[in-house]
């Protein structure tokens, strides 16, 4: 079992930056591949980034390419999301999550277990 705490998000207008943090707890996260997905209110849950183990392999949504960036320090039981440019359509509650390896990173199913989110809320 790994709880996860997401922490970070908050109101930024647009062309701002946020830093995402998701502290792991109960096990060590050097065994999960992680994600980032986001949810707007009325939308499906869809995925944003991931991050394989060993850190050596991202994934990201085409919508935030080049914008945001995932990263993680397994050392401090963390994953975080640097995310820059940001608009308006990116405004959302962001879960974190981990992944034990069966599943698809980019497959919101894929994953085992998820923290609380946080809201992130970009004004025009």
């Known amino acids: 079992q790994v709880q996860l705490v997401e922490s970070g998000g908050g109101l930024v207008q647009a062309g701002g930056s946020l830093r995402l943090s998701c502290a792991a707890s109960?096990?060590?996260?050097?065994?999960?591949?992680m994600g980032w997905f986001r949810q707007a209110p009325g939308k499906e849950r869809e995925f944003v980034a991931a991050?394989?183990?060993?850190?050596?392999?991202?994934y990201y949504a085409d919508a935030v390419k080049g914008r945001f960036t995932i990263s993680r320090d397994n050392a401090k039981n963390t994953v975080y999301l640097q995310m820059n440019s940001l608009k308006p359509e990116g405004t959302a509650v962001y879960y974190c999550?981990?992944?034990?390896?069966?599943?698809?990173?980019?497959?919101?199913?894929?994953?085992?277990?998820w923290g609380q989110g946080t809201q992130v809320t970009v004004s025009s």
């Open positions: 999550a981990a992944n034990l390896g069966a599943g698809s990173p980019t497959d919101v199913y894929g994953y085992d277990y």
């Open positions: 109960g096990r060590t996260l050097s065994r999960y591949a």
């Open positions: 991050i394989r183990r060993s850190g050596g392999i991202t």
